[in-house]
């Protein structure tokens, strides 16, 4: 159990839809980052938030939005859904972020969202 | 961030030793060699990382090559459960965020 938790773990909705997906990250782990992984595909990063700033961006959609909030779980939100939104949405947090690299990230689960 | 190159694929027999290469001719004086591995569709779990010194730890062992041109993992005695695709990542210092490549399939086999 790596203590990072993804809600839900599956999800099947039906195109043109919007669905949130939640994450909490490990106690004490300021940076959460979020990616996606299509059937047979690599992990592509999306975006990464730094106590509830966005640090970074990725190939995110411009369908797509993340936020983190003053508890610090994440939320990453899709909107609009197509066939090929459909994948493995994995949640990572780490300690900190760019003064200190040599700290490793945690991944959740994932969620694995189905659009029908 | 420094590219990093793995073969699509290896073998190992249960119980040997576990050898993954990866180049990262690239690599610039403050970026770490990290080493992640994705068990079927499950998150990626943390293995090792690195940045110039060789690394241990209760999962393996990580060599860098004193250029820091090219490491390997090595995993020392393998089992079935080691199954994985395992992803090399170079992790530049002013970013937070590791970025994958296609890993390199380790299949053990009885």
């Known amino acids: 159990d790596s203590g990072v938790t993804q809600t839900p773990k599956h999800l099947i909705t039906a195109t043109g839809q919007r669905v949130t997906l939640r994450c909490s990250p490990r106690s004490g782990d300021l940076s959460v980052y979020w990616y996606q992984q299509s059937l047979d595909q690599g992990l592509q990063f999306l975006i990464q938030y730094y106590n509830g700033e966005e640090r970074a961006k990725g190939n995110i959609l411009e369908r797509f939005s993340a936020q983190q909030f003053p508890d610090l779980h994440s939320e990453l939100n899709l909107s609009s859904l197509e066939l090929g939104d459909s994948a493995l949405y994995f949640c990572?947090?780490?300690?900190?972020?760019?003064?200190?690299?040599?700290?490793?990230?945690?991944f959740g689960q994932g969620t694995r969202l189905t659009v029908v | 961030d420094a590219k990093t190159t793995q073969p699509p694929s290896m073998d190992c027999a249960e119980g040997r030793a576990a050898n993954l290469p990866c180049n990262h001719s690239t690599i610039s004086g403050n970026e770490y060699v990290y080493w992640y591995r994705q068990i079927h569709s499950q998150g990626p779990q943390y293995i090792i990382h690195g940045l110039k010194n060789n690394e241990t730890n209760e999962m393996a062992s990580l060599i860098i090559t004193e250029d820091r041109k090219s490491s390997t993992l090595i995993l020392p005695h393998a089992t079935l459960r080691d199954t994985a695709v395992y992803y090399c990542i170079v992790r530049r210092g002013s970013q937070g965020n590791l970025i994958f490549g296609k890993g390199t399939k380790l299949s053990v086999k009885p």
């Open positions: 990572a947090s780490s300690v900190a972020m760019q003064e200190t690299p040599n700290t490793e990230a945690f």
